[in-house]
């Protein structure tokens, strides 16, 4: 016996990847529906070998449902995830609307999947920020070992984190910068974002920290522990999917490179690629489409007392929104429905 499954923007980059996710991992679906505003109402996706009709989630009754998957971003879900909740039916929700509510789990499975059991409080689970979502699979087994005091983190985040426009004006940018008179300007983005890097994400705050890089800070520490100490610089670079993050690491306890190199070969949702010699490292271009967090450039930082670098690479539209949401539905699964 599986599930009754809905995906809430099931046009949109998430939710077409939360379609194949569900597919790729088998995941027990009994019946599915697809949702999305009505001006989609109608349109095709896939799922797996079989096509869906986009259904008008103005007018579905979530009454029945197990699961919902939401991507349709936080006014929509302002909205809808308290019906669905009320209804009966779990939300799994990739918008940043609740993540910040301490009634409500902001979950990563490979951090914290006890945090699961909070769900009943509101019916409802938090997804975490894609640059969050990859980070603390890479801190959580280390911060077990030598207990993480500060971390500093720089990101080079793809413009897939941005959606379809975001992906749309560097293609439009890149193509106009060849043919004389076609230069597209910036729409998406405070500025050119083809050949060139955008250390803004998000809208600035009063301390010159912009909300992404609030987002980092606020969420490693509701997800892994509220004694580390966060700062981040999150840049937005011309990369269509995959984010990168150069992390360096502050510990309470001594931690040797070669220790920490094995504690993430057998830490779950991680492949380690380092090897010291040219090309021995993950890149974006070898992440997209995989499950895993990559870890490269692991090594000693020699200017503080217990410190480590390392390099953490992954698929924002996977591991950072739609494979974490599904890895959150088997987890709710496993432990509390059990139907699957």
């Not at 300007?185 to 009063?206: R, T």
């Not at 930082?301 to 890895?327: H, M």
Request: glycine share 8%.
């Amino acid at each position: 016996m599986g599930y009754k499954v809905v995906v809430a923007g099931a046009t949109g980059n998430v939710g077409r990847e939360m379609l194949n996710i569900l597919a790729e991992r088998q995941f027990p679906v009994d019946e599915i529906a697809v949702l999305a505003s009505r001006r989609s109402q109608g349109t095709e996706v896939s799922f797996g070998d079989r096509t869906l009709k986009v259904r008008d989630i103005e007018q579905f009754d979530f009454a029945g449902w197990d699961i919902a998957l939401f991507a349709i971003g936080s006014d929509a879900t302002r909205k809808y995830a308290p019906i669905a909740a009320k209804a009966g039916c779990v939300v799994i929700d990739n918008s940043s609307l609740y993540r910040y509510d301490p009634e409500i789990p902001l979950i990563v499975p490979e951090v914290n999947p006890d945090a699961i059991m909070g769900y009943a409080k509101k019916n409802i689970i938090a997804n975490p920020n894609c640059s969050t979502a990859q980070m603390v699979v890479a801190l959580k087994p280390l911060h077990d070992r030598a207990r993480i005091k500060r971390v500093v983190v720089s990101t080079y985040q793809s413009v897939s984190g941005a959606g379809k426009d975001g992906m749309d004006e560097l293609w439009d940018q890149t193509k106009g910068m060849y043919v004389p008179g076609q230069e597209v300007a910036p729409s998406k983005f405070q500025k050119q974002i083809a050949f060139n890097v955008i250390p803004q994400i998000d809208v600035f705050m009063e301390d010159g920290a912009t909300k992404e890089e609030w987002k980092m800070v606020a969420e490693t520490k509701k997800i892994v522990d509220p004694s580390i100490k966060v700062t981040a610089t999150c840049v937005r670079v011309p990369v269509f999917v995959g984010h990168s993050e150069a992390i360096n690491i502050e510990f309470e306890d001594f931690l040797d490179e070669d220790e920490a190199r094995d504690i993430l070969r057998e830490a779950p949702g991680i492949m380690v690629i380092d090897k010291r010699e040219p090309g021995g490292y993950a890149t974006p271009v070898e992440c997209v489409g995989d499950f895993a967090t990559f870890i490269s450039r692991i090594r000693q930082d020699s200017t503080i007392e217990n410190g480590l670098n390392l390099w953490c690479v992954s698929d924002n539209l996977r591991k950072g929104a739609a494979l974490n949401a599904v890895q959150i539905a088997e987890l709710l699964g496993n432990r509390v429905l059990k139907k699957g």
